[in-house]
């Protein structure tokens, strides 16, 4: 964090004339975006982490509306539509493997390569006229530091993978602990928004993590002006917007009471916050540094459907000796994970209980709650943007002019209402 | 209860004949009943008891599919739409207040003032452009005899509230002492109907009420002809009817067996039940007296959406002196309230095992149970009335000419699906 | 099980051809088949035990979306829609009777003669003018073997039952002892083709059934050519299909690893099964033997709504004389019905642990994994059958011929989202 000089108010006026004019405008300037509840397509995806699936075993995953069955096997997975294109059990279900690189559907023997796609046998029916004729869809799959990527879409052969993934996430000596996977009730989007917008430090006020590391924690930051937010140049990497937050808000009154986040002391003048913090197509975020000096802090808002996402996260740091990445990874898991997110079982406070909730869980909740209202209140064409969200729009119009393309049910059979794990199974409206 | 001489043939035949040509037409007299599913427009609803809500606390509520926020200041209680503009969240998803006059929004720091809705300040961005130009919807709220009520609707001013309060809840020195308030699980206007509608008695017969009176209970009771209801003028007080149950079925037959409720001997001849009954516009019951004399009792069946309403239970009395209020309040809850309606956690009896279920219990039950066929299966055009049902359709008609409007999704952003506890939050089909 | 000589390579290709072909063009040789998700109209469909229901017994069930409360007098099985014509409320939500021949509505106290279906009495209003003018919908009941059997239908007289019922359940001295009825989560169209596809004995090869049996079972078996295949003649019986599953698959190979079922000697050549299966209009199975030698094995896959359906167990056997019966019930309840369906509460082992999974209940685990697909996901039009399944493409073409007609919401007013016992009621989405 560096000191930085506050916002000149001419810049502050400049700015908030900006966001509430594109605001107003702006059903013409992001309609793509507002089309894209299920996910952009032809982007590379975070799925899980490589250590979820261990040398030849299989797991389904539902990625923006669609079924993958996934295999790791050489030490490298390997995915298919989860759906047998016999009867249309899923794979995933009841995972067959009578070799290294097959994957038998329970219900009638029906076996594929997992790396062509390719109907090898049928069990039931040895030689069948189907083999050679049937080829179950392959998606592209890559594992990069830890964490596996699927293609959605139909490009062939796919973009570069480094056109989406965070940039310093490609570091060299990157080290990349995992810390959470987590099936979160909220579009894709409002994470994503939220995830980027640290306006909202002040619903974090009083989070264990900012008493934990005892620093003063300003209600909200968000950058100045548009010289700190630039643009990235998609070329050779992803598209994707930085913005550097320099206002920081340190307190704040109503009605005569002073309100500010811990460790703030009123009478004190406290460095500024200038963290820096991108968000990067198609759905990945970055913070250097978060949360503690030093470490990377990434997430991943990938559409499971239009009401649920995947939310990733993971922490990263340069480490240019095993002996340093062994450090990293225990600090990690002992210290640094449980500030940001408690699996449920850890969890049995209230809301807002900040001793006890982590960060990023405290988000999770939050975008549950911003959820209906925009799903299905309509409240995209609704909301009432403020200066901070000036940001939010340039990632609107950004995603709207560079997405490859939007993810449709009818480019995929709807899959709504099927989870992976066969559990709360509801025929017509999706995994609770 | 008073005597009352038996209705005559003649008088029978006529409102039979009547009710039956009335069903038969009964889709082209009262339409816009039919249509309100959602709840009356431009009326005062019941929502909660004042009890219910302490100085500066703060309860969300969903009403004719609205959802409203209350807070209560200097003992008088003030109501905003429970979106906050910016991103939509529920202010009463985990209330912030820093003032005795504000609200605060938990996720970006959004400050109204209640009493006004006006945005007085952004805590993430102090002295925002957005002051002076947003403007929280406003509620009207009264509090009368420990009953919230809240105007639903866009007329400005509101109409006087004492036009949708039944007039005895409005008498001089009525103690009101609170009975239940519940989220049940059917339409409010089976709610309503099956409230006034005392012909059911039947299905009361073996409650815990009659056999602790001790009194003989008729089958059925029902007003004997025309005169019996009253409709009542509008002008100064409320729309309602007030019907006088004058017939009292005392016994049937079936197939030689006879059937009496409690405490009837078939060789006496019992006084009729001659109870005062009203149903007033929008949506609420007084009974005169009931469950024991010098009672009144009150319901009110305030839609929540389409599939739910707030069935809250009150009983009153005339108390002269302070003395007079405090035996009463006693006797209400020690004696009375547990004879008409039981929390759920008292009551994992099976249901008709009337000693242990709560008189107005067993109707929450049986709305429930009419619920689907008429929500769901047209049974609003299906159903075939008989001659107590008379009542029914006065009522239908009188509200079908006397509504100041009827409430749609279109009048307000869709909100099925959301609840005020945050519980059973499902992103299509609302509360369960 | 007979020992058959091998189906020739010629007989193979023949068939293999001919299923490939039709499943090609099955878009326009079966359409009514795939419209009928709610069930065929006017058929006779099995719905439960009759040792389920007593004398004087009252039970509501939902077949083909119609609810139908039945009852039991002087041994013989009445049925009435179970929705009084009053205010819609189901009879057996509270069942009451006060005679043999009648059913009282427990709301208003409608009584109906369950025979007739009239309205003989309102015991709230006795003597009301609806007597003889209100006439609840019957339904046609039959009992046979002690399976209860209802007509869905308009026909009147509705057409003989013997010919919508598996012949050997009509054989003379047949015993049928109930296995099981379960509430089942899938179309009854997916259950009606698993259960009469021995191709999916893969999935089986696990079973208790089969180890504690000690036979050798095959991956598969079906019919080897259209001669094992015999379209049976509806006028004096059902329209059905009979198949003999000759061609027996003993093993496979999938990358050098040999997969064969249990009690399999690869150095052996094992005698073929061939049993005899038959599958019959509407939705009822007959096996010849199964599970055992002289055990006929009967299933049906009743229509409750498009989501789910009633399956069914029974079997049966040739019995002399009253001690041969009173053996084979004993056997049955002791050693044949565990082998084939666990009730829930005995069953908490993951799915595939063959020795303690039914083998009907993973059959039902299998079904309930392919309903989501074809009834959302339009996998009717997407799947790719292989030889095997020429015996569904027979069964769905004669249904489309021979069906008397297609269950429609429309035929009857929409029941989904009730449940007969109340429990799981959804408002909208119907039992779960």
Known sequence: MKKNGPATESMRDDLEEETLAEAREHTTSYEPYLEASLGLRNHWYASFFGEELSEGEVRGEMICGERIVFKRLDNQVFALEDRCPHRGSAFSARPECYSKNTLTCWLHGFTFDVRSGKLVEV????GSKLIGKLQQKTYPVQEINGVVFVFIGDMDPPPAIEQDIQPKFLQSNLVVQSVARNKSRANWRLAAENGYDAAHLYAHRNAGLFKQIDIPVPLSTFPSNKGKVTELNGDNGPWGIVKFDDINIWHAEVDGTYITAPNV????EHDNWDIEVGLFMPCGLEVDYFPAPGVLHFE??????????LYIIAHGAICDTPESEVIFRSRCKKELAPLVWRSEGDNNVPVGDGDTWGFNNFDDWGREQMHHVY????????ERLFRPDYIVLRWRNLV??????????GTWAPTRGWSPDGKNYDPKFGPK
Chains 1, 2, 3 share one sequence.
């Open 375 to 382: 799903q299905y209140e309509n409240f995209w064409r609704r």
């Open 300 to 309: 991943w808002y990938t559409p499971i459907d239009e009401d649920h996402h």
């Open 123 to 126: 069990l039931t029916e040895p």
């Open 400 to 409: 709207s002019q560079r997405l490859r393309g939007i993810q449709k049910w």
């Open 265 to 268: 002391d009123p009478h004190l």
